[in-house]
């Protein structure tokens, strides 16, 4: 564990709380997570705070981009997203309106594809969903994955997890 990370959602502190507690612990110098080299080094240039490098490895591996706008940086997140023919595949925000955004802008550069594509457009649904304290209106249709963002029991034999994802089949 790392008592720097951001805490867990719904699952308490514990790491932090057993070091607070003890002095005997042990550190784990080895990455595990990253398996590509770059990554694993723009890793280690961030563990060691040598910011100045990290940067400059995703600079020379063409990993980094700027833009003067951020519509230009959302239009190029965008522009990548569709290109990318991962199965799966994230943009994070830092904001509910930067993410309803994009997601408009993504859900109007699908609806290009399927049309351009010669497949049926679904009919759209606007339903209101609650974003922290409040209520928006937003656009869904089949074939639509959503992120959970909070623990929430559907019906007495279905319950949802954060983080779990769910796709529209109908």
Known sequence: GDDKQLASVSAGN??????????????????????????????????????????????????????????????????????????????????????????????????EQRTLEGKKLYKEQTIEVQQGDNKVLRNFSKEDEILFTKNMTISKDLKVLNGERGKIVS
């Open 14 to 111: 514990a790491f932090s709380q057993v070091l607070a507690i003890t002095q005997d612990y042990s550190t784990i110098d080895i990455n595990m997570r990253q398996k590509n080299n770059v990554a694993l080094e723009v890793a280690e240039s961030f563990k060691v705070k040598d910011v100045d490098k990290a940067i400059n490895i995703l600079t020379k591996n063409g990993l980094l981009h700027d833009a003067k706008t951020t519509k230009e940086v959302n239009q190029k997140l965008v522009n990548d997203y569709m290109k990318d023919d991962s199965e799966s595949k994230l943009i994070i925000a830092a904001t509910n309106e930067e993410v309803n955004q994009l997601n408009d802008m993504i859900r109007d550069k699908l609806k």
